[in-house]
């Protein structure tokens, strides 16, 4: 008997009433026929799949793969509209070449004056989905102008009404959301608290455990500030901020709904970024070796990271690909950034503009309530630096590519006025003097640094540097080179040197 494929496919939403859309209904078929016709059926393929787009069938192609290369002579389809949806492309390849049967329209590819009706009938499918799928963009583009939340509420979120499909607060897990807010901003590290709550058997958004990349996702939502949210594109599906048409923000929330407060909102990413000590006067995490986030992979622009006694490319560690991968030892390039760091304070003079830098970073570092709205404007210049950064990343990566591209330039507009407000802001502050006698007389940094902990004196190194690149060593064994290998980027300086 000669063989015979079966290809099953059901859409995700099935249609209330066809019940011959199950795979079990459409396999028995399949193989009533088979039987029927003197065929012995060798594999069974089956796709469940949306039906609302052209999306990638790997059983699909691989079942007409074994047509095309010969391995069965027949394959079997329940219809034409559950076996193609791109139309006459996927048909006519293998009409003459293998038998092809569909069951609901009785129709078979051996029969010539059914070949016309398969690519008809292929084409009607195509255009039926094609109709389907605009429908579909356009509905969900028109209620998320509306302000309409369209998939499962986030969490400590919930639907208030199902026409509208605005939020509210989940009272079960709103109170977390907002416990979050207020740890980070406090200083609390993402995975201290995550250990947190995972010791008090509080359950994730996932329902199991908590991590510290979920922490971070909750505090860089702009859900939480009531605002509609997209989906970046490709592996990083981090939600953005979406914008109408018109460029503007869309309210999410229902009525009276009250968001996360917003400067409580600021402070959280402030301090998660680094740019500010939380209201406990501490910084994220209790950081254990010197240069961890100074260092840059001159390879390819990585972090690195600790890795036994080496700092080595973050990248490179992860799997991803890297041209020249650093790596360097910790006790020589420590020691290397400390000498150069000695002596570049020490010989600087009392109007230079490295001097006016350390000057308002140190005012950050021994910030008390008294200069707490200085505190506040250092770090608000931080974070809109990083949030022009931002806009560049996200451009790159694609997110103004499309319909939002228009808005690109404003909101260019709009990062870099803030920036200058902020700058603005923190110079009135900046001209107050500061007394910074110990930091540049050599011998009072010296006793002040052996008696500083690992971080006080990674506070100290950051009063001058913003970034440290390292090339990979010339060869395997080569003899340290800190003069040739490494670049800093003072904080007075724009570019490395």
Not at 174 to 182: H, S
Not at 283 to 301: E, F, K, N, Q
Not at 385 to 392: F, K, R, S, V, Y
């Amino acid at each position: 008997m000669q063989e015979i494929d079966l290809y099953l496919r059901k859409s995700k939403r099935v249609r209330e009433g066809e019940s011959a859309l199950t795979f079990r209904a459409q396999e028995a078929k399949g193989r009533a026929w088979a039987e029927a016709n003197g065929y012995t059926v060798r594999k069974v393929w089956a796709d469940n799949l949306s039906a609302y787009s052209d999306v990638r069938r790997p059983q699909f192609e691989k079942a007409l793969k074994a047509l095309k290369n010969g391995e069965v002579p027949a394959l079997w389809a329940y219809a034409l509209d559950r076996f193609s949806r791109k139309g006459a492309a996927d048909v006519v390849p293998i009409l003459g070449k293998a038998r092809v049967i569909f069951d609901y329209e009785g129709l078979d590819s051996v029969n010539d004056r059914d070949r016309r009706w398969i690519i008809m009938k292929a084409e009607d499918a195509r255009e039926y989905s094609a109709r389907l799928s605009q429908g579909v963009r356009d509905t969900k583009a028109r209620q998320r102008d509306e302000g309409a939340w369209l998939s499962a509420a986030p969490y400590g979120l919930r639907i208030a009404d199902k026409r509208s499909r605005k939020l509210e607060h989940d009272p079960k897990t709103w109170p977390i959301v907002l416990r979050v807010f207020e740890c980070i901003a406090s200083g609390v590290s993402a995975r201290k608290l995550a250990d947190i709550l995972n010791t008090e058997h509080i359950l994730s958004p996932s329902g199991g455990t908590w991590r510290d990349s979920t922490i971070r996702r909750i505090i860089r939502n702009p859900v939480y500030e009531g605002w509609q949210v997209v989906a970046k594109s490709g592996r990083d599906t981090t939600p953005v901020l979406y914008r109408n048409r018109k460029g503007e923000r869309v309210p999410v929330f229902a009525e009276g709904v009250e968001p996360v407060p917003a400067d409580l909102v600021k402070r959280a990413r402030r301090v998660q970024a680094g740019h500010q000590r939380g209201s406990l006067g501490t910084r994220p995490g209790v950081a254990t070796h010197l240069l961890t986030d100074l260092l840059r992979c001159a390879g390819c622009g990585a972090s690195m990271c600790v890795m036994g006694r080496s700092y080595v490319c973050n990248a490179h560690a992860s799997g991803k690909p890297c041209p020249a991968p650093a790596s360097v030892m910790r006790t020589h390039i420590d020691a290397y950034i400390v000498a150069r760091w000695s002596a570049r304070l020490s010989a600087a003079e009392p109007d230079d503009a490295l001097v006016h830098i350390i000057a308002e970073r140190w005012q950050l570092l021994t910030a008390t309530e008294a200069v707490e709205e200085a505190t506040e404007a250092l770090a608000a210049v931080r974070e809109a630096e990083a949030a022009i950064e931002q806009l560049a990343n996200d451009r790159q990566a694609g997110l103004y590519s499309g319909a939002m591209g228009k808005h690109f330039p404003r909101l260019v507009r709009e990062a870099e006025a803030t920036l200058a407000e902020a700058q603005k802001r923190a110079a009135a502050f900046a001209a107050q003097t500061i007394e910074i006698g110990m930091i540049l007389d050599h011998a009072q940094l010296g006793e002040a640094w052996e008696a500083a902990d690992i971080p006080t004196k990674r506070d100290l190194i950051r009063l001058a540097i913003d970034r440290i690149t390292v090339c990979k060593a010339p060869r395997r064994g080569a003899p340290w080179d800190g003069d040739a290998r490494v670049t800093i980027q003072w904080a007075d300086t724009e570019q490395p040197a």
